[in-house]
Nanobody, 118 residues
C-alpha cells in the first residue's frame, strides 16, 4: 500500500523557518518524481515545488523561489521542504504527492499544517 506521511508543520513567526518531511512507503521511492502542494484557508490547491527522481532537477512556484528548498533522501525514502523567511501568506496545509506520467499526481499524503503568525 502506497503511503505518504507528512510531518514538521507548526506555528512559526513571520521570518522564521520550518522543515517539512514526507515519509514514503509501499513503492520504490526513487522511481518517482515528487511534488509539494499547499492549500491555504478558503483557497484552492497551489503547486509549490517539484523534484526529479534523483533530485537533480528542482522547480519552484515563483513566490517560493529563493525561500523554499525541496530535497530528497532516497536511502531514507523521505522528501523534504525547507522553508525560510516565512510569511503569513505561507499559512496552509502542505501536502506531498507522487508524480506519474510526467505531471499527474496519483497519491497524496494527509497534509501538515503550517501557520505563520505573530
Amino acid at each position: 500500500e502506497v503511503q505518504l506521511v507528512e510531518s514538521g508543520g507548526d506555528l512559526v513567526q513571520p521570518g522564521g523557518s520550518l522543515r517539512l518531511s514526507c515519509a514514503a512507503s509501499g513503492f520504490t521511492f526513487d522511481d518517482y518524481a515528487m511534488n509539494w502542494v499547499r492549500q491555504a484557508p478558503g483557497k484552492g490547491l497551489e503547486w509549490v515545488s517539484f523534484i526529479s527522481l534523483n533530485g537533480g532537477s528542482t522547480y519552484y512556484a515563483e513566490s517560493m523561489k529563493g525561500r523554499f528548498t525541496i530535497s530528497r533522501d532516497n536511502a531514507k525514502n523521505t522528501l523534504y521542504l525547507q522553508m525560510n523567511s516565512l510569511k503569513s501568506e505561507d499559512t496552509a496545509v502542505y501536502f506531498c504527492a507522487r508524480v506519474v506520467n510526467g505531471w499527474a499526481l496519483d497519491y497524496w499524503g494527509q497534509g501538515t499544517q503550517v501557520t505563520v503568525s505573530s
